[in-house]
């Protein structure tokens, strides 16, 4: 016969006190919803932190919207690509002896960067603010070095206009084309590394594939602009450019969205989402009706048109998704904490607290 408690509730001595058993990692059971285990080997203890969520200090931005000013800088940044690969395709065209096509590429080249750099100064407010970026060369700055490339590119691509336009001075004219051909890729590309080389997450977080997005883009629409502007007989060069950038174009954009994953976001939601999405659009049919451009003219006239509109978009797009992902703090943590997972699952010595995030 067992001995009763005594008065104060507690079991007699020499028995041990009743109640649950104490709870230990294998009596806890499952987490809780919302709660994590962490710890090292087979023994790890339940935490009731719940995952955190993405907040920032009163709702407002962990990073500063850039002020660069739409429409001038999407603007200045399509049409640069536009000037840049024009160049290219000129240069092409005046060594395959199409005359035509050179001479309507090189006025297009002229034209739209005279038309960036009004862009580009009436974003920056004042020409001289302009000039003061000529000041220094640094090799590590985009903005350095587009700035030199737009210094030594517009006067060469001005002067192959001219001396096309109106057939004085050959040599110079063809001196000036090569220079002009030379810095045309650099012209039409670095706008992507000074996108990337921001703190943007939607311009940094595609640094791999906004340079071949941005050059396919470019060339799609040089060629779109040759077709709009040269007879049937003169523009198969400017078709397989303009084929070969949409091409570019489209697996670039793909490729970026596929490897961002959620981070990508803001390339396909909201204003931005929809504009690179008529971009798409627009890209893939201007590809279908160049690859019918050789038949008709109105169908390459068509195309043209569709690949400008698509080159253009897409530049707004870009830079729209780039300044929602700098409104949103989830595409500033997001990423952050998926690279520490990523590192904490490479490296074993990291502390438990940093695997649990």
Known sequence: MSTPPDSAGQPPAGQPPAGPPSAGPSAAGPPAAGSRWRG?????????????????????????????????????????????????????????????????????????????????????????????????????????????????YGPVAGAAAACAVTGRLPRAGAAATAGATVLGPGIATYTAALLCDTAVPAWHDGHREMPYLFAGSAASAAGGLGMLAVSRAHADQAIRFAVLGAMTELAAKNLLVRRMGEAAEPYQTGRPGALMHVAEVLTAAGLAAALLAHRSRPVAAISGASLLAASALTRFGVFEAGRASARDPRYTVGPQRTRLRERAGAAPGYPAQTRAI
Do not use: C
């Not at 087979?42 to 002020?67: C, D, I, M, N, W």
């Not at 940044?77 to 050179?102: H, K, P, R, T, Y």
């Open 40 to 152: 090292r080997g087979q023994r790890g203890e339940r935490t009731v932190v719940p995952r955190a969520e993405f907040r920032s200090y009163y709702g407002r931005p962990v990073l500063k919207e850039p002020v660069w000013r739409s429409p001038d800088v999407p603007g200045y940044l399509f049409l640069g690509g536009l000037a840049g690969a024009s160049s290219v395709l000129a240069g092409f065209a005046q060594l395959a002896g199409n005359q035509e096509l050179s001479r309507a590429a090189k006025a297009g080249a002229a034209g739209a960067i005279g038309l960036s750099a009004v862009a580009l100064v009436h974003d920056l407010g004042r020409p001289a603010r302009f000039l003061n970026m000529l000041r220094v060369f640094k090799v590590t700055s985009p903005m350095s070095v587009g700035s030199w490339l737009l210094a030594a």
